[in-house]
């Protein structure tokens, strides 16, 4: 496998795969002693590229999919260099900033950041929405060595002097595309000149869209580029696979494969808070032991939903995407794509939720009548075919022209060959009942 750095602006650098060990990579002993403490001896392939030239105080972006070891990446060099330096921050102050799009993500970076520092003299602090801000406060009073945030709860603390960023070395952007889909380039754009021109910073992402090249040119200097995988592209140890099956035989199909491993983790997405919400108390009446999270559920109700999930007390987490990215949980063996995701690269960091730290995994999407386009998208994105489990493609059919005297209308999606039953989980009626249907795409009904 090659890497490459480069297709920005700077020099173009190819480099090798090469096996390391975290001793190759310089770091310091007692940041090495702490790793293996806590079981990790041997960096992943992001890990051994990005490192280095973090090291060196070279602006890297980092190109990987979820899972594969980003948080380290970009964390290991920081915290070696800070060690090093042995210096107290300024009151209010950071030395490390590390930006994330989500609570769940900011704190899933907080927890590791923390256990990298152990037995070290660094502070790490968390600053999110949903939670106390007067406790935020009161936290930065003294500085911290590394802060981790979100955009809008940072900006909340800059307007109330609470913070500065002027003695801040070292600036990361994790999951930037996220970061764009969600709307906070202005955030960005209004904390980045507040930190020291000559700041170190490292952006990462999973994956690239034309936006992050941009982003990249106004927030990077000369940045050496590390891809693992393809932008877009899945872990390859995920083994995906797609139902093609109405809307309304969902919950159905979904409690027949839940069953068929009721003692292992599943997550289970889906597009709306109100459809997840109904969908998890419906297959806690079926017995199953389920808890949501999605943007109605409070921060506490969120931490506890995640904190039961990763000790096993729930085996089923269903999730709209707000837990796409952040949760890190080695022994979640199946995500389900019940409701394919509007945004094709979303797909990629939904199951990205499993096969985490070189263990397998399975995604499996449902398909209805109304979702060809966004599987077709997915599968463009990806350049691959998700392999078929059950069922057929739907056949999409063009809009029947709109009759002269206003008795015609546009055409919809229906799946073929579908069997009687109620609404689904999520409230709305079954294949073909309202939803939003993308502009040029016509009805769709299953190929013979």
């Known amino acids: 496998m090659t890497f490459i750095a480069g297709l920005l602006k700077g020099p173009l650098i190819y480099e090798q795969d090469i096996r390391m060990d975290f001793d190759m990579l310089g770091l310091a002993p007692r940041l090495i002693a702490a790793l293996a403490e806590q079981g990790i001896t041997e960096p992943t392939p992001i890990q051994s590229q990005a490192i280095p030239h973090a090291m060196n105080g070279r602006d890297v972006m980092g190109l990987a999919q979820t899972g594969s070891g980003k948080t380290a990446a970009f ?196 597009r709306t808070k109100h459809g997840m919400e109904k969908l998890s108390k419906l297959l806690e009446s079926k017995g199953f032991a389920v808890a949501s999270i999605h943007g109605n559920k409070s921060q506490g109700q969120r931490d506890r939903a995640i904190r039961d999930f990763k000790e096993g007390k729930v085996r089923v987490l269903v999730a709209t995407d707000v837990a796409a990215r952040g949760l890190d949980i080695p022994e979640v063996r199946h995500v389900y794509n019940y409701e394919l995701p509007n945004v094709a690269e979303n797909y990629v960091h939904r199951i990205g939720r499993t096969a985490r730290a070189g263990a397998d995994g399975a995604a499996i999407a449902f398909c209805s009548p109304e979702e060809m386009g966004e599987l077709k998208d997915i599968q463009k994105a990806m350049k691959a075919d998700i392999p078929v489990a059950s069922g057929r493609p739907w056949e999409v059919i063009g809009a029947p022209k709109k009759r002269s005297g206003g008795g015609g209308g546009q055409g919809r999606r229906f799946g073929g060959g579908a069997g009687k039953g109620a609404a689904n989980a999520g409230g709305r009626p079954a294949a073909g009942g309202g939803r939003r249907r993308a502009p040029g795409k016509g009805r769709a009904h299953q190929a013979a």
């Open 75 to 270: 964390g290991l060099p920081m915290i070696d260099a800070l060690i090093k330096d042995g210096g107290r921050p300024v009151p209010k102050g950071a030395k490390a900033l590390v930006l994330a799009p989500t609570r769940e993500l900011a704190k899933q970076i907080s927890d590791n950041l923390t256990a990298y520092t152990q037995g070290t003299h660094l502070k790490v602090a968390l600053v999110v929405g949903g939670a106390g801000i007067t406790g935020q406060i009161r936290r930065m009073e003294r500085g911290v060595s590394l802060l981790v945030a979100t955009p809008g709860r940072l900006i909340d603390l800059l307007d109330r002097r609470a913070v500065t960023l002027s003695e801040t070395r070292f600036l990361v952007l994790d999951e930037a595309d996220q970061m764009l889909d969600m709307g906070f380039i202005h955030a960005l754009r209004r904390i980045a000149p507040l930190l020291p021109a000559d700041k170190q910073t490292m952006l990462f992402s999973a994956t690239m869209p034309k936006q992050m090249e941009e982003l990249a040119a106004a927030f990077l200097r000369e940045p050496v580029r590390v891809q693992v995988n393809p932008p877009g592209q899945a872990v390859a140890r995920i083994s995906q696979s797609v139902h093609f099956v109405a809307q309304k035989a969902k919950v159905d199909l979904l409690i027949e494969l839940l069953d068929a491993h009721r003692d292992e983790r599943a997550l289970v997405f889906g």
